[in-house]
């Protein structure tokens, strides 16, 4: 959106969710990605879905949408989000479906039982693996740093022994350009229950955003404030408790006071998320042996 408005194209964005960016930050920060894209000329139209593409002479002309609306269109961006290609391994007995394959923090895949492989490693967008910083959640990471990262670990593991392999722990980021300002995030910001505005203010669209989970900080969301994200990435990584205690650099237009993250739950997300929390899902029934 950003993109098309910044070449004068007219846009309408329809959004299954409360606003854009929840299933990543939330509603609080969703709320300020919403209001910046209605003020760049964006017609943003949330909780909607669209139903059908129109067309004549093999060209778009409009769009319909489950409230009933529908507009005049030339081209359609879909937003399908991330699939994860595992269907080649339907009969390699490892535990892989739609979401990923789930493995250890050391990158081993799991098999379909639930035990852990000692010669299959995975990394990248199609792991799934325990994170000790977030109470062991099974995490799945869009991003490419984290691709990276993993895949050193893995390869470390594939030709270490026992002893001297290494889990995964980097601390999940990634970052977002809208219409000038720059978003980024440290952390799980959907592993929340509670957020507090620790610097700046929506107001000034310049702002430092700490979640929380259960009294300890879990993610930090920078709007044009992005040196500060090491500052907080060394809380989430000392479990610091939750809400942080002011710094000298913490302006007093900082609110102070934590709410509630409005995070959606991951069994109801409306679009793919950069973090997903997930339990295994499997997709074909096992079978039970016994031992007597």
């Known amino acids: ?3 098309c408005r910044e070449r004068g194209f007219e846009v ?12 990543a930050l939330g509603g609080a920060l969703g709320s300020l990605a919403a209001t910046l894209q209605r003020a760049h000329g964006v017609d943003l139209r949330c909780g909607v879905t669209v139903t059908a593409l129109k067309g004549s002479k093999g060209r778009l002309t409009g769009a319909e949408f489950s409230d009933g609306s529908r507009i005049e269109a030339d081209i359609a961006v879909v937003a399908l989000g991330a699939v994860r290609n595992t269907e080649w391994l339907a009969d390699a007995g490892l535990a892989a479906g739609p979401r990923g394959v789930a493995c250890d923090a050391g990158c081993r895949a799991f098999n379909m039982y639930g035990i852990v492989t000692d010669d299959v490693f995975v990394a990248g967008d199609v792991a799934r693996f325990p994170h000790p910083l977030f109470e062991y959640q099974i995490l799945a ?3 490419w740093g984290n691709a990276v990262a993993q895949a050193e670990v893995a390869a470390h593991n594939m030709v270490s022994p026992g002893p001297r392999r290494r889990p995964h722990l980097t601390v999940p980021a990634f970052w977002s350009s809208q219409f000038g300002l720059n978003i980024k995030s440290v ?3 959907t592993f929340s229950d509670q957020v507090v505005i620790a610097q700046g203010s929506l107001r000034e669209r310049r702002l430092v955003a700490v979640y929380g989970y259960r009294g300890r900080v879990t993610a930090a969301v920078s709007v044009n ?5 090491e500052h907080y990435q060394g809380l989430i990584e000392t479990a610091a408790p939750f809400p942080p205690a002011p710094g000298a650099s913490d302006p007093p237009n900082g609110s102070g006071v934590p709410v509630p993250s409005d995070v959606p739950s991951p069994q109801t997300l409306s ?7 997930t339990g ?13």
């Open 225 to 229: 404030r992005a040196k500060w994200l």
């Open 187 to 189: 952390g799980v910001p």
């Open 271 to 277: 679009h793919g998320p950069t973090v997903a929390l």
């Open 280 to 292: 295994h899902l499997p997709d074909r029934r096992l079978t039970l042996v016994r031992h007597d």
């Open 141 to 143: 990471l869009e991003h």
């Open 12 to 23: 309408t964005v329809a959004e299954r969710g409360p606003s854009p960016l929840v299933g």
């Open 1 to 3: 959106a950003p993109a």
